[in-house]
Every structure is written in C-alpha cells, then in structure tokens.
C-alpha cells in the first residue's frame, strides 16, 4: 500500500490516540489496487535436442524432474555408426601396411641411389607414395574421430541446471536429429501478468506489487513491462523473490497499484458495531455522539489497521479512539 508522508503522520496520531485522545480527520491519498492473474513461468524454456538420429536405448529424466547442467537425460544409439567405424579401422590397418611397405622402398631407393643403381627421380616417386599414403591415414585418423564423436552425441546433456516440464519422447522410440527429447525450466521462475492496455501507463518498473499466496498478501516488484501491445493487452513481468517452481503456468492472483484517491481513514478499533452497524465516537459541542459509517475497504499498513469510510464521516470530524463505550447515539 502507498501512502503519502501526510497519511504517516496520521497514522501515527491514531496510534497516540489510542487511549481516548480525539483525532480530526483530513483525507489522505489511498492507492487504487486492480486484481489481475499471473501466471508463473520460468525465465527460459531450453530444448534438450537429439544430436543424432537413432534409438532411445535410455530415458533418465520424467516430467517434474530436476537436473543439472551436464546431467544425462538420455542415451541414443545409432548402431550403424558402430559398423561405420569397423569398417574404418580396417581401412586404417590396410593403409597403415601400405605406409610401412612405401617407406621400406623409399629406404631401399636411396640405398640404390647412393650405390648409383636408381634414378633420384624414381626415388622422388617412391617419397611421394609414401606421402600419399600417410595423408590418407591421416584423413582416415580424422574420420575415425568425426565416427566416434558421432557415437558421444548420442548422450544428450541438460545444457543448464532446472526442471524437466515435458518428454515428449519415449524408451525405444527412433527419433531423428534434431528432435526435442525434454524440454527444461531454467532460469528461475517470475510472474507474468497480461493486463488491458488502458493500465498501460499506471505501470512502471520498480512499482511494489501485491501476490496472493496461502499465507496472505506477499509482495513483489514490476521488472520489466513490454512495449509490444497484443490483443489490447499489456504484458509485463513481475519479479518475486523466493517463487516456487514446482507448477510451471500455474495461475496467481495479483494486485497492481492502478491509481489513487482522496479517502478518510480510521483506526478499525475505533468502529464500533451495534445490531449489525457500525460506528465511529465523534467529538462535538454537545459531546461525544456515536455516528453511523460504512465502512470500506481495511487494510494494514505500518503495522496499523485502518479501514476507508465511504460515507458518515466528513473532513474536520474529531473522532474519540478508546473511549466511547458511554457514548449514545
């Protein structure tokens, strides 16, 4: 609730009137609250994709989890990339016995050349296979190393620590690259509100905002409010210190601070309630009378109770906190 500084000086007089001294009433600027639903998202939804095709030999995770980052959620296995590398590591041992067998000519070639048997141009050939060769199992090696990060792929990872909302897949399904395995909440978790545009200007970042909770009103700040307009309705969002995650989308009831007016406030211990009506003790020249009032909206603010009187009071009433019991009306 906001209240201006003239209303915390009120507030504090009903406190010092609160064994029998009068007060006079002054209006006072009360804060115009409007209830919106909010719903709790996380800050960011991340995919956790397949970066291969194959099948799902392992699901690790179930919706409602909680992971870490770095943490396996599933296991893929391609089996064809298995027989990719056998076949490779056989090419690689038929090249390799083919480099061993070039570079005994080319040891050969220059034992000729030094005996002046062979030409320096046969023994240049000769090099040249041998380079070939240990070019292609170099780019073998290679190949070899794209197979087998190929085949580590199939873990997929939880790239940031938070909850699993959903796993669209299942044990044993074949899913091809690129697919969603589970979707994570990482981030943490905020408010969202989406509210009627013509609020738009009451809201500003930083503004105190009030969230329902099972434990009363608690209280949270606007954080950012967009400047993109859809269907006629503004959204901004609202950070909550220690919101819960566990229902993602779940739906609160907030308050947000719209506007305000000129009301009289009272101490609710100075209302009294006779036969189902209540009534404030005012001061006048012929004494102490109890005046019938509706009373408003209540609330606490500075650890003081105070109710709005819609109507029975008027500025300038002196009202008697504490001691009106011998009052009539």
């Given amino acids: 609730m906001k209240i201006t500084s003239t209303f915390a000086l009120i507030l504090s007089l009903f406190v010092q009137a609160a064994h029998g001294e009068s007060l006079v009433l002054a209006p006072v600027a009360v804060t115009d609250w409007k209830a919106v639903y909010g719903r709790i998202e ?13 099948t799902v030999v ?21 089996e064809k990339l298995a027989f990719q590398l056998s076949a490779l590591e056989s090419q690689k ?15 050969r070639g220059e034992d000729l050349l030094r005996q002046g048997v062979t030409t320096a141009q046969r023994l240049d050939a ?35 620590s938070g909850r699993v909302l959903d796993v669209p897949v299942t044990k044993n399904a074949v899913i091809m690259p690129g697919e969603t395995v589970a979707t994570l909440a990482v981030g943490g978790s905020f408010l969202r509100l989406s509210v009627p545009e013509r609020l738009a200007a009451a809201l500003h970042a930083g503004d105190a905002i009030q969230i329902e909770n099972g434990d009363g009103l608690g209280e949270g700040r606007l954080a950012r409010v967009y400047p993109l307009i859809e269907n006629g309705r503004v959204v901004a969002d609202v950070a909550v210190e220690g919101l819960s995650d566990r229902f993602v989308d779940a739906r609160v009831l907030v308050r947000l601070a719209v506007g305000s007016h000129q009301a009289l406030v009272v101490p609710k211990s100075a209302l009294i309630t006779r036969s189902g009506i209540d009534f404030v ?13 509706v009373p408003g909206v209540g609330f606490v603010t500075d650890g003081v109770a105070v109710v709005e009187i819609l109507s029975g009071l008027v500025a300038g009433d002196r009202i008697v906190i504490g001691s009106a019991a011998g009052a009539q009306p």
């Fill in 93 to 107: 041992t038929a090249l390799a016995a083919q480099l061993a067998n070039a570079q005994a000519e080319v040891k």
């Fill in 126 to 160: 000769l090099r040249t296979q041998a380079e070939v060769l240990a070019g292609q199992l170099a780019a073998l090696d290679a190949e070899m190393n794209v197979t087998r990060q190929n085949q580590s792929d199939g873990a997929v990872l939880a790239a940031a």
């Fill in 281 to 293: 003790a005012v001061e006048t020249p012929d004494g102490t009378v109890m005046r019938s009032v």
């Fill in 58 to 78: 392992a699901l690790e995770v179930a919706e409602g989890d909680l992971v870490t980052a770095g943490q396996r959620i599933a296991l893929i296995i391609d």
């Fill in 42 to 54: 996380s800050r960011d939804r991340l995919p956790a994709r397949a970066r291969i095709g194959g």
